[in-house]
T-cell receptor, first 113, second 112 residues
Framework: DAGITQSPRHKVTETGTPVTLRCHQTENHRYMYWYRQDPGHGLRLIHYSYGVKDTDKGEVSDGYSVSRSKTEDFLLTLESATSSQTSVYFC????????????FGEGSWLTVV | DQQVKQNSPSLSVQEGRISILNCDYTNSMFDYFLWYKKYPAEGPTFLISISSIKDKNEDGRFTVFLNKSAKHLSLHIVPSQPGDSAVYFCAASATGTYKYIFGTGTRLKVLA
């Protein structure tokens, strides 16, 4: 258990509406990540954070923004959701206690209709 | 441009036999590699990793082999068990980047 909580776990939203997914961690990890998982594409990195207010883009960042105003929370925002953003979103943390390994949360299922 | 590739979308193996899952990468800067297992409706769970200073790492039934010259790694599961049926992802990272790039996954089915 990496102490990661994702919310909401399931959400259905309409095209064009804003959506925010939250990743909360309780163990003061510096690095946090957002991935999406899609059939045929595996896990793709959206954005990651290396500290409070420090974020960087991943492989598929278009249409997404992130914020990290405190260590424990990493927010992923879809400013105007599209059907192509229907996916499973996973948050991950890089544990400073176990070298270079990252650990994942349980996922957030997002459907954009 | 896919930097980490898992060219076999699926694999079926008899219980008790060896499962071999393969992964190729293109970025020569990658120096740390990981394998994850994923069950439906759950997050990926870490299995085993290997640094580029090694060519083999073993943990129980799981062994990862790294061939740097070929930019290839493989995960061996011996003996395979029905509970090993899952999707397996390989991932790679380069020192100093803190990014982890994943492959597309291989679905392993272990037949009882």
């Amino acid at each position: 258990d990496a102490g990661i909580t994702q919310s909401p776990r399931h959400k259905v939203t309409e095209t064009g509406t804003p959506v925010t997914l939250r990743c909360h961690q309780t163990e003061n990890h510096r690095y946090m990540y957002w991935y999406r998982q899609d059939p045929g594409h595996g896990l793709r990195l959206i954005h990651y954070s290396y500290g409070v207010k420090d974020t960087d883009k991943g492989e598929v960042s278009d249409g997404y923004s992130v914020s990290r105003s405190k260590t424990e929370d990493f927010l992923l925002t879809l400013e105007s959701a599209t059907s192509s953003q229907t996916s499973v979103y996973f948050c991950a943390i890089r544990s400073s206690n176990s070298g270079n390994t990252i650990y994942f949360g349980e996922g957030s299922w997002l459907t954009v209709v | 441009d896919q930097q980490v590739k898992q060219n076999s979308p699926s694999l079926s193996v008899q219980e008790g036999r060896i499962s071999i899952l393969n992964c190729d990468y293109t970025n020569s800067m990658f120096d740390y590699f990981l394998w994850y297992k994923k069950y439906p409706a759950e997050g990926p769970t870490f299995l085993i990793s290997i640094s580029s200073i090694k060519d083999k790492n073993e943990d129980g039934r799981f062994t990862v082999f790294l061939n740097k010259s070929a930019k290839h790694l493989s995960l061996h599961i011996v003996p395979s068990q029905p509970g090993d049926s899952a999707v397996y992802f390989c991932a790679a990272s380069a020192t100093g980047t803190y990014k982890y790039i994943f492959g597309t996954g291989t679905r392993l089915k272990v037949l009882a």
